[in-house]
């Protein structure tokens, strides 16, 4: 009887108690005359007058979902991804400029069954492709420190605007090491200290530790985050190259629990058809 009374009290609870804050009214959006969201009102700034990119953002470009016929269909409770997460150099004319050896490593990375993808063993997926993912990233914008925290294995990345110098001799790390000045209104961000042999996009592009990032990012309005990222990696690529991303923030909803590793069974049937090298 008791078990049944705890129960009962237990269901009895409404049931926004249980939903993550999935439908909590995000604080301080801008209304339209009629009570809908204005996105295209001014960016909100922070205390030093700089615009405050605080906020939930996913990919403002995203791949339609495919239905079990293999119909293209608009996303509803998946998110659906960027464009460039397949192939980060698909709008640039000619495609990304790889070194022949990198071009080559490319094709046997997006063979067919091929499990080196780093996502796909669950491990941390490194800039710039996080913004392409159809994951949600959580902005924390102080005047000192811009926090990303990104919704898939709990990851996250520290982009400080202190003033401090790059580290001497970094341990190569996934995200790198980043800092980061004002251009007028758009937040100039450097990374250098990646790890040897990463991943830029689904279809197996890599970087190299030789490479240095720099992503400009901006807040038009309310709603959007622009940011033209370009990538210097000599050791990988014949030149620098630049590519644009657009970020749509997200409202009345908050990150989840989202675990790749949690139960996961399909890396270890999946490597028995590794392609040869």
Known sequence: MKALAFLLAVL??????????LH?????????????????????KMPDGKPDFSGLWRPGKRMPCKTSSGQSVECNTELGGGPLGRNLGAELPGGLPYQPWAADLRKVRSAENSVDDPHVRCLPDNPPRAWQ??????????QKLLVLLYEINAMYRQIFIDG?????DPNPAWNGYSTA?????????????????????????????AAKMTERIRRPNFGTLEIDITIDDPKTYTRPFTVKSTQTIMLDTELMDEFCLENEKSWQRMEAVRPKR
């Not at 609870?13 to 804050?21: D, E, I, L, T, Y």
């Not at 401090?164 to 001497?168: A, L």
């Open 164 to 168: 401090r110098p790059m580290p001497d």
């Open 24 to 44: 909590y009214p995000t604080e301080g959006v801008p209304k339209n005359a009629d009570g809908t969201p204005d996105l295209t009102a001014p960016a909100p």
């Open 12 to 21: 009895s609870v409404p049931a926004v108690g249980f939903s993550q804050w």
């Open 133 to 142: 993912l159809p994951h949600l990233t959580k902005a924390i914008h102080t």
């Open 181 to 209: 000045k004002w251009d007028g209104d758009a937040l100039v961000v450097q990374t250098v200290g990646f790890r040897d042999a990463l991943w830029i996009d689904t279809g197996g592009s890599p970087m190299s530790d």
